[in-house]
């Protein structure tokens, strides 16, 4: 089992309308975590941490879980430019450093 | 700041043949690590290290070795290049306490 797991898409959404996905995470210990957005064939950013208590940065916003183990991210009013792979991040350990643990993504393909 | 910059762009190696892939940052970053990305899986820690003169291993650690004799380089060589070995490579650093990973642009290689 992927420490990980991502939806991998793609999922295909009109523009200005709102997509949401979830990714899933193994280790009940995990401290931190992070959506990142990679464009074809470019570097990963990064997009947003995730908080205890859910973060909102425009129209972006991002939900935890802890129960259940999964973390959300929700795009309203999608546009063009939002068309990416968005990859969730996991901090497995509470050390300096961590462990992070990349999900393979999940396509989002914003169209006209 | 040029933040982490990755040579080359593109290589292809004939298998059994050996090569360095460049990594360097000018932010001052303790933290700096190298990962694959392969097709339908999440990025995976090849070495990493914590500051100048350290260095560890990550998930897929064989077939490379790293060393980090400064704050601003952190060279990964391939030892005997395999097919296997196919793959893009990510550099990437962050600062003691900061949430923020940097990534490079990515080194993508061919193994024939």
């Known amino acids: 089992r992927k420490e990980v797991e991502q939806d991998p898409g793609p999922f295909n959404v009109p523009e200005g309308a709102t997509v949401a996905f979830n990714c899933t995470y193994s280790?009940?210990?995990?401290?931190?975590f992070f959506w990142y957005r990679q464009d074809c064939r470019k570097e990963p950013k990064l997009l947003m941490s995730v908080y205890s208590s859910g973060n909102e940065d425009g129209r972006f916003t991002a939900q935890l879980n802890r129960a259940s183990q999964y973390i959300s991210l929700l795009i309203r009013d999608s546009k063009l430019s939002d068309s990416a792979t968005y990859l969730c991040?996991?901090?497995?350990?509470?050390?300096?450093?961590?462990?992070?643990?990349f999900g393979a993504g999940t396509q989002v393909v914003v169209t006209p | 700041n040029a933040g982490v910059t990755q040579t080359p762009k593109f290589q292809v190696l004939k298998t059994g043949q050996s090569m360095t892939l460049q990594c360097a940052q000018d932010?001052?970053?303790?933290?700096m690590s190298w990962y694959r990305q392969d097709p339908g899986m999440g990025l995976r820690l090849i070495h990493y290290s914590v500051g100048a003169g350290i260095t560890d291993q990550g998930e897929v650690p064989n077939g490379y070795n790293v060393s980090r004799s400064t704050t601003e380089d952190f060279p990964l060589r391939l030892l005997s290049a395999a097919p296997s070995q196919t793959s893009v490579y990510f550099c990437a650093s962050r600062g003691r306490g900061g949430e923020t990973q940097y990534f490079g642009p990515g080194t993508r290689l061919l193994v024939l």
């Open positions: 280790n009940s210990a995990s401290q931190s």
């Open positions: 932010m001052n970053h303790e933290y």
């Open positions: 991040v996991v901090n497995m350990l509470a050390d300096s450093w961590g462990k992070l643990q």
